[in-house]
């Protein structure tokens, strides 16, 4: 039986609904609406549910008539179980209750709105979604760190990444938790945000913190490509261009490009260190594609600028890019 009829026979939301999803409260606002123009609703549930000439009050704050369900409004002060529906009323199409919305879920308290973040996050979708979002965002900025830090735990994805934002913005974790979470957590977005919140945290201005080396490091020994990036990159800021070579033959094509461009920074050719790293081959199998990458336009406009149909005088066959840059970096052909 739907949450919608349960509710209709007397049960209470916080009964029905209790801690449940915000697509779940959204679909008890647009099942009360629809109650009616289902019809493959049982006949049996239709007659079965009761209708009283007084709806209880969260069918009231759905229901299709807007002077019921600004009425209803009111009686959020009394039952803070019905909250999320006051949250789904401040995007309501009808100015008067959604004007109405707005000014009562304003007068709660900041951390009141915690509970309510995923489906504030969700209806900011909407197009008058984001006056419920604002007040979020101002609530987690000033609210007790505590509660900020355990909305990053949320399961929900909007949701922690909205409080991540607000926690790097306040500064409530250390520049090693965060090259932590950017090295552990599998979101690309987290990745990018801790990872330059810890760089900028170390290297204020290029001076590099106490804690910097420990940093770099676990940036350097992340998983994601993107973490390995960001430390890499970071070495320049930090003066440790030479420990950018080992990342030449790294597996990413984007951390090899990340160490080819700190260590040219630095006055280093990368060319003449991958032509010693591609002498082992089997230890170091992406030096060759790092290699072909390191060649300078100019130089290599005239090797590999070969059509299609160019035969090979190495291999017979039809001649590729890559067979083109090679024979140039061995120096024949």
């Given amino acids: 039986m739907s949450a919608v009829l349960r509710v209709c026979q007397g049960a209470s939301p916080a009964e029905v609904l209790g801690a449940a999803s915000a697509e779940a409260w959204m679909a008890f606002d647009a099942g009360v609406r629809n109650l009616d123009g289902r019809p493959w609703l049982p006949d049996r549930l239709r007659e079965e549910t009761p209708r009283p000439t007084a709806p209880p009050p969260a069918v009231a704050l759905c229901h299709p008539d807007g002077r019921v369900r600004e009425a209803a409004l009111d009686t959020v002060r009394t039952a803070p179980e019905l909250r999320p529906l006051l949250v789904v009323r401040c995007t309501d199409w009808v100015p008067p209750v959604r004007e109405r919305a707005r000014a009562l879920l304003a007068e709660l308290p900041g951390d009141a709105l915690f509970p309510l973040a995923e489906l504030i996050l969700r209806l900011a979708r909407r197009a008058r979604g984001g006056f419920a979002r604002a007040l979020l965002e101002n609530a987690l900025r000033a609210g007790p760190a505590t509660e900020v830090l355990a909305l990053t735990a949320h399961p929900d994805r909007a949701t922690y990444r909205c409080a991540y934002r607000v926690v790097v913005e306040r500064g409530?974790?250390?520049?090693?938790?965060?090259?932590?979470?950017?090295?552990?957590?599998?979101?690309?977005?987290?990745?990018?945000?801790?990872?330059?919140?810890?760089?900028?945290?170390?290297?204020?201005?290029?001076?590099?913190?106490?804690?910097?080396?420990?940093?770099?490091?676990?940036?350097?020994?992340?998983?994601?490509?993107?973490?390995?990036?960001?430390?890499?990159?970071?070495?320049?800021?930090?003066?440790?261009?030479?420990?950018?070579?080992?990342?030449?033959?790294?597996?990413?094509?984007?951390?090899?490009?990340?160490?080819?461009?700190?260590?040219?920074?630095?006055g280093v050719a990368p060319l003449p260190l991958y032509r010693a790293l591609c002498t082992e081959p089997d230890a170091r199998p992406a030096a060759a594609a790092g290699s072909a990458s390191a060649a300078t336009p100019r130089r290599t406009r005239g090797r590999s600028g070969l059509s299609s149909n160019t035969r090979c005088r190495r291999c017979g066959g039809t001649r590729s890019v890559g067979c083109a840059r090679w024979t140039w970096w061995s120096g024949s052909g």
């Fill in 172 to 266: 409530l974790l250390t520049p090693r938790e965060l090259a932590a979470t950017a090295a552990s957590c599998g979101d690309v977005t987290l990745q990018d945000l801790c990872a330059d919140a810890a760089v900028a945290a170390v290297i204020p201005g290029g001076a590099v913190g106490p804690d910097g080396a420990a940093v770099l490091d676990r940036l350097l020994t992340a998983r994601a490509p993107r973490v390995r990036a960001a430390g890499v990159t970071a070495l320049r800021r930090a003066g440790r261009h030479s420990d950018a070579e080992p990342f030449l033959a790294d597996r990413s094509a984007v951390v090899r490009a990340c160490a080819r461009y700190v260590l040219r920074q630095d």
